[in-house]
Nanobody
Framework: QLTVVESGGGLVQRGGSLRLSCAGA????????IAWFRQAPGKGREEREG???????????FYADSVKGRFAISRDNAKNTVYLQMNGMEYEDAGLYSC????????????????????????WGKGTRVTVSS
């Protein structure tokens, strides 16, 4: 079965760091644009927000304003994995983090485009939960 699988979630203190992984299962991620989304506690899937994205064309990265300067997305093609390094964690960063993959050959350059792409993602993972404590 072709899918993506997230891991690395857990409990982190405010101000701390966590690294999430998104692994491709059954297909290679290197030709896909990969994005991370998160769903805050108590909110529905329709309220999911975009977090970061790495394009297939040239690994151009994009970040939501809320995480810019704190989060970093990268890919390791040898491991068929995309990472989301999260630093300086805030309470607002808690939630269910999901990665998704789409074949899209243009760099993502703004939030509206990222959210439009979310509707057409080909593969979604089940998510990994992040909790931020004091």
């Amino acid at each position: 079965q072709l899918t993506v699988v997230e891991s690395g979630g857990g409990l982190v203190q405010r101000g701390g760091s966590l690294r999430l992984s998104c692994a491709g299962a059954g297909f290679s991620l290197d030709t896909y644009t990969i994005a991370w989304f998160r769903q805050a506690p108590g909110k529905g899937r329709e309220e999911r927000e975009g977090v970061a994205c790495i394009s297939s064309e040239d690994d151009t990265t994009f970040y939501a304003d809320s995480v810019k300067g704190r989060f970093a997305i990268s890919r390791d093609n040898a491991k068929n994995t995309v990472y989301l390094q999260m630093n300086g964690m805030e309470y607002e960063d808690a939630g269910l983090y999901s990665c998704a993959a789409v074949r899209y050959n243009t760099p993502v350059y703004d939030y509206d485009l990222l959210m439009r792409l979310s509707a057409g993602m080909e593969y979604w993972g089940k998510g990994t939960r992040v909790t931020v404590s004091s």
